[in-house]
């Protein structure tokens, strides 16, 4: 999904000199390139230490890594517990990561926190509430018809406000 993302606007800022690596990294045949771009894939990589030595071998001049600095889903923690009756596994963060590439490479890495530009995500804007509610099926993993799918859809019903013409997570 950040793929389509970055595409999208790399085109609307007319950006022509952009490859994008569709595939896993850990396996991906590239050269080497000025600049590498990591955009928020480090949530799920297992051996993180393996990849980002990948990344700094294949960054001739910069590389670049855009994650978040807390959970995306903090709001929506006390919804998995309650649909699961567990605690939701926290995703690693700009912390976990700063620690590794300075114990893997070595840096202090330069570091600019963004500020979150609310309901800009796919995650916290939905065209409908219909849509808004399978949104949260994935990522919750809630299935389509049970009890937790009602879950979400009060949650939603009480949490997001409508914002040129969609529902924004409030």
């Known amino acids: 999904a950040m793929r389509d993302f970055m595409a999208a606007d790399a085109e609307a800022q007319h950006v022509g000199n952009l490859t994008m690596v569709g595939y896993d990294w850990q396996i991906a045949d590239v050269p080497p390139a000025d600049v590498v771009l990591c955009s928020h894939v480090v949530y799920n990589v297992p051996e993180i230490g393996a990849f980002i030595d990948k990344l700094a071998a294949h960054a001739l001049k910069h590389c670049f890594i855009a994650l978040r600095t807390g959970q995306r889903d903090q709001m929506l923690r006390a919804l998995f517990r309650q649909v699961h009756g567990e ?25 600019k926190a963004m500020a979150f530009r609310r309901g800009t995500m796919p995650l916290g804007r939905y065209e409908t509430l219909a849509d808004g509610v399978a949104a949260l ?34």
């Open 87 to 111: 605690e939701l596994v926290p995703e690693p963060a700009l912390i976990d990561l700063y620690n590794v590439v300075h114990q893997r490479l070595g840096i202090a890495a330069n570091v």
């Open 137 to 170: 099926r994935g990522q919750l993993y809630v299935a389509e018809g049970s009890a937790g799918e009602a879950l979400l859809r009060g949650f939603l019903q009480q949490h997001t406000m409508p914002e040129d013409g969609r529902l924004v997570l409030a």
